[in-house]
C-alpha cells in the first residue's frame, strides 16, 4: 500500500488510528498488537507471499537479540552477534545480490552460468538494516526488548517499514512504552497532518512532476541517443530533484503519520543540496543511513583512529558499501566510489584549509561550496540513476558540451545570430520540453536550495517544541502555537495539489532499494 | 478550548482543500485542446482529434456516420462504403467515426459532438454480441464536466475514480489552453495537421497502436484458418469465465444500454435514421441479444457471407482488409438499398 493512495488515506489510516486509539483507552498492549498487526497488513498489501519471509525474520532476529542479551560477556556473545548479523546479511546478499554475483562470477570466468531471476521483498535493505542495528545495540547493551509484539511493532511499524527512516530501538520503542502515547493529542495529530501534507505535495506534486523529465534523457542516453549540453544537465537535474523530493517526501510522510500517533522519527533529510561539503551533504542525505553506516561500518572499521590513509580507505570501503546497498548493479558501486573520493577530497581539503592562514568561512566561499558540491552531486547522481556505464558516460559526455549545445529553434530565431560562433545549434519542436524541463528545474532549484525545510517550516509557525527530536518526551497540547490562518490556506492549496495527482499513483524510487 | 484550537486549524485547512480542489475543477478550457490531448495520450485514441476536426474545421457534408469501435474501425472504409452508394446512385459523404473499445457512454459524447454540429442523414451504431460491463476508458477524457457529474452512479463502476481525476484533468487542460505549443497542442485548426475527409485504418493491424505510417500490406493478414479458431477458442473460454450466469442482468451492465439508449433517443430528436451494423466476433451469434430492443430503433445490418468467411479476419475479433472491403461495399450497397 503506498501513502499516497486513497486506499491508503481513506480507509488504512483511518481504521488503523482510530482503533489505536480506540483500543488503547483500555490495553497498551492490545493497542500495540492492533498497530503491529495494520502494520502486516499493510506490508502484505503488495505482495502477501513476503510476508512469511518479514515474518521469519523478525522471529529469528527476536530470538537472537534475546540470546546476545542473555550471553555472558566475551566470546560467545560475540559469536552470537556474528551469527545474527550475519544470517541477516546473507539473506540480504541472496535476495539481492544473488544474481548480479553469478552473473558477473558467469562473465569473469566464461563459465555459461544460468540464473533464475529473484524477486526482492519490499522493504529488505531497511527491516534488515534496522534489526542489525538492534544486534549491535544488544550486544552493546543498548537494546532490550523481551516482548514479542513490541519487537515485531518495531521492526513492522508501518511508517517507517518499506522506505526507512532507518530507526533504533533505544529511539523508538521507549515512546511506545508511555502512557500519552496510547492517548489521542489534537496538536501531535494536527502538527503530523501539516508534514504529511507537505510530504504529500513533495512528492505527488513536486517529485512526479519533474519525473517526466528526467527518465526520458536518461532513457534515450540508455538507447543511444547523445544528449546535448542543456537536455544533459536538464535531465540530470530533473533527476536529482525528482530523487530528493521523492524521498524526502516519503520520509515527511513517514514521520507525520507517525506523530499523528504520538511516535517521533528521526528525521531523514536537512536540506541537503543546501550543503556547503561533501561531508556536510553527508549530514543531510537520508541522514539514517549515513548515521548508520557510520555507527556500525565506518567506526568499526577504525574510522579516523588509524592514520590518513586507513581513514580513507574506510571512508571509501563504506561509502562503497553504501552504494551496493542500493542496488546490485556496478553503477551504484561507481556512485559509491565517487562520493567516497569527494569525501576523501573534502577532508583532504579540510585538513589543507586549516592549516592556511585563513579567516572563517566567509559567505562567498560558502556559496562556492555549496555549487561545487552541488554540481558533485549532480554528477553522482548520473551513476546512480543510468542503468549502464555507457548510458552515464553519454550524459556526462553531454553535461561537458560534447555532443553540442541545441537550443529550441524558436529561441535561436530570437537571439544574437552568432549564437552558431559558440557551438549553438537550433533544434526544431523542441521549445516545449525546453521550457518545462528548465521551468520545472529552476522552480525546484529555489524550492530545495532557499527555501525552509519541512522541520524549519514546522518549527517556525506551528510549535516550539521539536518535533523531529526522537529522545522520548512527548510534547502536549501547550506545544501548539496558534499559526496564522494564511499558512492554513497555503497547507490546504498545497494538499489539494497532491490530491488532485494521487489518481495516479507512482511508487516511491526508494521502494526499489 | 486549547484542546480544540488544532482540530479547528485542521478543519480549516480541509475546507480549504476542498474549496481548491473544487476551484480547479470549475477551470475552463478549450475543447478543441481536449480532443487533441486525449489523441496525445493514447496512440489507440488518436483519431479523435482528427473527428473533431471533421466535424468541425471541414464544411464537407457527413451524410453517413458510423459510431462503433475497432470493430468499425477494422472494417468499414468510408470511401468503399461511399462508392458503393455512389453506383446505387447516393453521392452521400461517409465518415467512419469508430475508435477502440466498446463503451457507450464515449460513443453517445461522439454522435452528440456529432449531431449537435451537423446534419446527418444515417447514424449507423456498429453492435456486438452483447453490451459490455465496463464504461469506455477514455470518456473521462472527452467528457463535459457536467457528463461526468451527470453520468449515471450507481451502474457506472468508474464514478468515484472519475470524480476524482477530475480536478487533474480540468487542470491540465486549463494550462494547456493557456499555452498549448508547450505541450504539441494547437490553438486553433492548421490545414496542415488534418488528415483529410478519410481516415483509413482498415490496412492497419488491431491494436492500433504503431505508428500510422506502419500500414501494412494485405498479405500481413492473412492468418491460417487454425490459428483463428486457436484465437476463438481462447476468446471462448474467457467468456465462459466472465459471463457467469445472470450477471449481465446485474445493475452495472445497465450503465452501457443507458448510454446507448441516450444516444438513440438523441438521434431521433435530430431526425437521423438509425442502422445498426452487426459485428460479433468470429463464428459468434447471428443476432445481438439485445435484438427485440433494438430492432425498434432501426434495421439491424450484417455481412454474413463475410463473416462466414474465414478468410475475412485478422484475429478473432477483427476483419483483416479482404473482409473490411467486402463489408465495406456490402455495407454501401445495402445502405444504398434502404427505403429513403
Keep these: ?513 | 478550548m486549547l484542546r480544540s484550537r488544532p482540530l479547528a486549524y485542521l478543519a480549516v485547512t480541509g475546507s480549504v482543500t476542498l474549496a481548491f480542489l473544487l476551484g480547479l475543477t470549475l477551470l475552463p478550457h478549450s475543447r478543441y485542446i481536449r480532443f487533441q490531448q486525449t489523441a496525445v495520450e493514447s496512440l489507440q485514441l488518436l483519431r479523435v482529434k482528427w473527428i473533431y476536426q471533421r466535424i468541425h474545421f471541414d464544411p464537407t457534408p457527413i451524410d453517413v456516420a458510423f459510431i462503433g469501435t475497432s470493430h468499425t474501425q477494422s472494417s468499414i472504409d468510408a470511401e468503399l462504403v461511399e462508392a458503393a452508394a455512389h453506383e446505387h446512385g447516393h453521392d452521400w459523404h461517409v465518415v467512419n467515426f469508430a475508435v477502440p473499445w466498446l463503451g457507450r457512454d464515449l460513443h453517445y459524447l461522439i454522435a452528440r459532438e456529432l449531431l449537435e454540429n451537423r446534419r446527418v442523414s444515417k447514424l449507423v451504431v456498429e453492435v456486438q454480441e452483447s453490451e459490455p460491463r465496463a464504461p469506455h476508458p477514455a470518456f473521462l477524457s472527452l467528457a463535459e464536466l457536467g457528463d461526468v457529474v451527470a453520468t449515471p452512479a450507481i451502474v457506472n463502476v468508474n464514478y468515484l475514480d472519475n470524480f476524482a481525476r477530475l480536478p487533474l484533468r480540468q487542470a491540465s487542460l486549463f494550462v494547456r489552453t493557456l499555452a498549448p505549443s508547450l505541450f504539441g497542442l494547437e490553438s486553433d485548426f492548421d490545414p496542415a495537421h488534418y488528415e483529410g475527409l478519410y481516415w483509413n485504418d482498415t490496412y492497419r493491424p488491431h491494436g492500433f497502436n504503431e505508428a500510422r505510417t506502419a500500414v501494412h500490406t494485405a498479405e500481413h493478414f492473412a492468418h491460417p484458418v487454425s490459428k483463428l479458431w486457436a484465437m476463438f477458442e481462447s476468446k471462448q473460454s474467457l467468456g465462459r469465465r466472465l459471463n457467469l450466469p445472470g450477471l449481465r442482468h446485474s445493475l452495472p451492465y445497465r450503465y452501457n444500454l443507458l448510454y446507448l439508449e441516450r444516444l438513440l433517443a438523441l438521434a431521433q430528436e435530430k431526425g437521423v435514421e438509425i442502422v445498426f451494423y452487426f459485428v460479433p466476433f468470429f463464428t459468434g451469434p447471428k443476432a445481438p441479444a439485445d435484438q427485440a430492443v433494438l430492432s425498434g430503433y432501426g434495421p439491424i445490418l450484417s455481412p454474413q457471407a463475410v463473416l462466414n468467411d474465414p478468410g475475412s479476419w485478422q484475429n478473432e475479433d477483427h476483419l483483416n482488409v479482404f473482409g473490411a472491403r467486402d463489408a465495406s461495399r456490402w455495407m454501401g450497397r445495402k445502405l444504398a438499398e434502404m427505403p429513403r
Excluded at chain 1, 57 to 75: C, F, K, W
Design chain 1, 1 to 513: 500500500m503506498l501513502f499516497n493512495s486513497y486506499e491508503f488515506l481513506l480507509v488504512f489510516a483511518p481504521i488503523t488510528y482510530i482503533g489505536f486509539f480506540c483500543v488503547g483507552r483500555y490495553s497498551q498492549r492490545l493497542a500495540a498488537l492492533w498497530l503491529a498487526v495494520a502494520s502486516v497488513v499493510f506490508y502484505s498489501w503488495w505482495n502477501p507471499s513476503y510476508v512469511p519471509i518479514l515474518m521469519s525474520s523478525v522471529i529469528i532476529n527476536y530470538l537472537m537479540g534475546a540470546l546476545i542479551q542473555r550471553a555472558p560477556d566475551g566470546g560467545w556473545r560475540r559469536l552470537a552477534l556474528a551469527a545474527a548479523a550475519g544470517g541477516d546479511l546473507a539473506a540480504l546478499g541472496y535476495f539481492k545480490y544473488a544474481n548480479f554475483f553469478v552473473t558477473n562470477v558467469g562473465e569473469m570466468t566464461g563459465l555459461a552460468t544460468t540464473t533464475k531471476v529473484i524477486a526482492l521483498p519490499l522493504g529488505i535493505s531497511f527491516f534488515t538494516f534496522t534489526q542489525i542495528a538492534y544486534l549491535v545495540d544488544s550486544y552493546r547493551g543498548k537494546a532490550t526488548e523481551r516482548n514479542p509484539v513490541l519487537y515485531l511493532l518495531f521492526v513492522t511499524y508501518f511508517p517507517h517499514l518499506i522506505a526507512g527512516p532507518i530507526i533504533h530501538h533505544k529511539d523508538v520503542m521507549p515512546q511506545f512504552a508511555r502512557r500519552d502515547t496510547y492517548v489521542f493529542s489534537p496538536s501531535n495529530f494536527v502538527i503530523g497532518m501539516v508534514i504529511l501534507i507537505l510530504g504529500l505535495f513533495k512528492k505527488c506534486f513536486l517529485a512526479d512532476g519533474i519525473a517526466a523529465f528526467a527518465g526520458p534523457m536518461f532513457g534515450g542516453a540508455e538507447q543511444g541517443a547523445l544528449p546535448d549540453l542543456l537536455q544533459a544537465w536538464g535531465g540530470a537535474l530533473a533527476y536529482t530533484f525528482q530523487l530528493y523530493f521523492d524521498f524526502s517526501g516519503y520520509s515527511d510522510m513517514a514521520i507525520g503519520l507517525s506523530l499523528m500517533i504520538n511516535v517521533r522519527l528521526p528525521i531523514n533529510f536537512n536540506s541537503p543540496y543546501q550543503a556547503g561539503s561533501i561531508i556536510e551533504f553527508w549530514k543531510r542525505w537520508h541522514i539514517s543511513l549515513s548515521t548508520f553506516l557510520r555507527d556500525y561500518l565506518y567506526i568499526p572499521l577504525g574510522g579516523n583512529r588509524c592514520g590518513k590513509a586507513r581513514r580513507y580507505t574506510n571512508l571509501l570501503a563504506t561509502m562503497v558499501i553504501g552504494g551496493l546497498w542500493h542496488g546490485a548493479a556496478w553503477t551504484f558501486v561507481a556512485w559509491g566510489g565517487l562520493h567516497g573520493l569527494y569525501l576523501i577530497v573534502n577532508h583532504a581539503w579540510r585538513g589543507l584549509r586549516s592549516a592556511l592562514p585563513v579567516e572563517a568561512v566567509g559567505r562567498a566561499e560558502r556559496a562556492f561550496g555549496t555549487l561545487v558540491t552541488f554540481v558533485a552531486v549532480v554528477v553522482a547522481w548520473v551513476f546512480f540513476r543510468a542503468t549502464t556505464f555507457h548510458g552515464a558516460a553519454s550524459i556526462l559526455a553531454g553535461m561537458v558540451g560534447a555532443h553540442g549545445v541545441g537550443l529550441p529553434a524558436e529561441l535561436v530565431a530570437r537571439l544574437p545570430s552568432n549564437l552558431a560562433d559558440w557551438g549553438c545549434h537550433p533544434v526544431e519542436n523542441t521549445l516545449g520540453p525546453f521550457v518545462l524541463t528548465w521551468g520545472w528545474c529552476l522552480s525546484l532549484m529555489v524550492v530545495a536550495l532557499v527555501l525552509p525545510n519541512t522541520q524549519d517550516f514546522v518549527a517556525r509557525t506551528f510549535s516550539d517544541h521539536n518535533y523531529f527530536d526522537v529522545r522520548p518526551h512527548i510534547a502536549g497540547d501547550d506545544a501548539w502555537r496558534d499559526p496564522p490562518l494564511k499558512w492554513a490556506l497555503g497547507l490546504g492549496a498545497l494538499a489539494a495539489l497532491a490530491l488532485m495527482n494521487l489518481i495516479k499513483p507512482a511508487e516511491f524510487l526508494y521502494f526499489n532499494f
